[in-house]
């Protein structure tokens, strides 16, 4: 019977958050891509903090009146793994299978999606910001239940490591809900449709894989770390925090008003006389600054753990070195095809793709 709950509880959690994503106060915002019919831009309604918050506290409730052991999402991991991958499968076909062809082959229609922004209600559920949502709300359930476990496995002995990856996870959560608008301005808007990649990536295996450095650490002995080191891990993640949401506030602001600065930086653009491009700041040192951010952030998650002869962590900054690279150059065709000669002397101003003077 567990072992059903088990697998049931992703498809539990992401209803509540669906019903709490729809009922609970929001702040409606003007996004940035348009509505094809309308060319108008879409509408949002952003409410991720006070959903993230409602079921942590719902999760700690159920475990403090021994409804749940705190360690269920642990326990039953491999059986909620399946599940969620079984629900991102269903969310795939009923996402594409109902709507037009856009390719010629249903693989890639099923893999990238037919849809560009699904809105119910007028906006007030968004399908992308509902995916990221279950994602980033299923993670923190996963951090904080894997962590807990390793609490009641090592009491005293827990290791301060442990504390550390669940901190800088929890961290990387709520900076996404807490600047959850700047994200209406990133490439998955702009240029994704929402499919089995989109949907069963959220859905599965953000939540799950996102959790790698702890599933393989929690039961392992405190390795001893010693403070230093773990000082030196929590830097390189905030020192990659602070390219990447630096990089992408200075553009979000500079694309809600272009003479506005951020941080003091006054922006400095290069311009056809139609659009405009930012040179400055952030962007002056790479033309994706962020992903190395991002990047970062992954490695001094995984170094925390303090266990850097086990592979499997490893594959969470690998994972992010695959994605970024290749999104990096899916989004310089991108960027190339919309910005035309100015994109050319853009590359020739900033020319390293991810990494100053190396990439
Ligand atoms: P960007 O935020 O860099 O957005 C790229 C878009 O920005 C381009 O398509 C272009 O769109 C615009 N742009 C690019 N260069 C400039 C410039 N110089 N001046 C003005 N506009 C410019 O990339 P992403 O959307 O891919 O990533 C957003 C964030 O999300 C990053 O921090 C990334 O690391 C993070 N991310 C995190 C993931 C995770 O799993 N944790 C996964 C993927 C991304 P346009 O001109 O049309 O506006």
Not at 8 to 18: G, H, N
Not at 151 to 180: H, K, N, R, T
Not at 310 to 326: C, E, K, M, N, R
Request: charged content about 15%.
């Amino acid at each position: 019977m567990e072992k059903i709950i088990g697998f049931l509880t992703p498809a539990l959690v992401y209803a509540f958050i669906f019903v709490l994503n729809a009922t609970l106060p929001g702040r409606w915002v003007t996004g940035y891509v348009n509505r094809k019919d309308t060319g108008e831009k879409l509408r949002y309604r952003l409410n991720g903090l006070p959903v993230l918050f409602t079921v942590v506290l719902t999760w700690v409730l159920l475990c403090a009146t021994g409804i749940l052991p705190w360690d269920w999402f642990y326990r039953y991991r491999w059986y909620g793994l399946s599940g969620a991958a079984v629900l991102g499968l269903i969310f795939s076909f009923a996402i594409v299978l109902p709507y037009p062809p856009v390719k010629k082959s249903f693989l890639a229609d099923f893999f990238l999606g037919r849809l560009d922004n699904p809105q119910r209600w007028g906006g007030r559920i968004d399908g992308k910001m509902w995916l990221y949502l279950v994602g980033a709300v299923m993670l923190e359930l996963n951090v904080l239940s894997f962590t807990s476990h390793h609490i009641i496995l090592y009491g005293d002995q827990a290791s301060p490591g442990i504390y550390l990856v669940a901190a800088l996870l929890s961290f990387f959560v709520i900076d996404y809900l807490f600047f959850e608008e700047v994200h209406l301005y990133t490439y998955d808007f702009l240029a994704e449709k929402v499919g089995f990649k989109l949907g069963w990536g959220c859905i599965a295996f953000y939540p799950y894989f996102y959790s790698i450095p702890l599933w393989w650490a929690v039961d392992l002995p405190d390795p001893h770390t010693p403070g230093y080191l773990l000082v030196i891990c929590g830097a390189i993640f905030l020192a990659g925090w602070s390219l990447s949401r630096g990089a992408n506030l200075q553009k979000y602001y500079f694309k809600k008003d272009p003479k506005r600065d951020f941080l003091g930086i006054v922006p400095e653009t290069i311009t056809d006389g139609n659009r405009t491009l930012l040179v400055n700041g952030f962007w002056k040192w790479s033309r994706h600054i962020n992903y190395l951010g991002e990047i970062l952030m992954a490695a001094g998650i995984v170094m925390s753990a303090g266990h850097p002869l086990i592979p499997w962590p490893w594959l969470y900054p690998i994972y992010y070195i695959a994605l970024l690279t290749t999104r990096q150059l899916d989004d310089d065709k991108r960027c190339a095809v919309k910005y035309g000669t100015l994109w050319e002397q853009y590359v020739k101003k900033v020319p390293y793709r991810i990494v100053p003077f190396v990439y």
